[in-house]
Structure formats: C-alpha cells, structure tokens
C-alpha cells in the first residue's frame, strides 16, 4: 500500500510502502493496513488514530484514510504545523 508519510524525523514528506495484512488466504481476503509499522515512539503511545476525509475538487472526489498520533509527549510535526501549509 504506497502512502505519504509527514514525519516528524524529516524535513520533507515521503512516498513509503506500508505493510498489510490479510484476513485470509483466499484471493478475495480483505486487506489492512498496519500503519504501525511507519509510526516512531510505541512506548509513548502505542495505539494509532484515524479518520476518513473526503476532498471535493470540481468534478473529482478524493477519500483518504488518514493515521495520526496524538500525545502531550510526542515531538511536534514542523511538517504538519508551518504556516504556508504548502503540502
């Protein structure tokens, strides 16, 4: 599953392959991901947020499912966080 990673060790975002799991081994098995195995600091927190969002640009509809830590001790995302928010 190819998706951007904004992490909080790099100045810039990254196209990184996260790893999934099946639920069987059948062909029509569903996948998920396991957003995991990208994230930093388990032992701060070791559960993963997530939400859908939904773009509207003319015509196209875009759905992400977006994974995300939240904590008092985790470092601050400069990526997520400067004021352009030039992505």
Known sequence: ???RLYS???TRP???TMLTRC???SRTAQRFPV???LFEEAT???YIHNCFVT???GR???QFCIFFKRHLRLRANVLLSRNDHKF
């Open 1 to 3: 599953l190819r998706c």
């Open 60 to 62: 196209h509809v875009y």
């Open 55 to 57: 773009v509207h640009e």
């Open 44 to 46: 701060v927190q070791p």
């Open 35 to 37: 957003p995991e195995s």
């Open 23 to 25: 639920s069987g081994h």
């Open 14 to 16: 990254r196209q990184v």
């Open 8 to 10: 909080t060790l790099w």
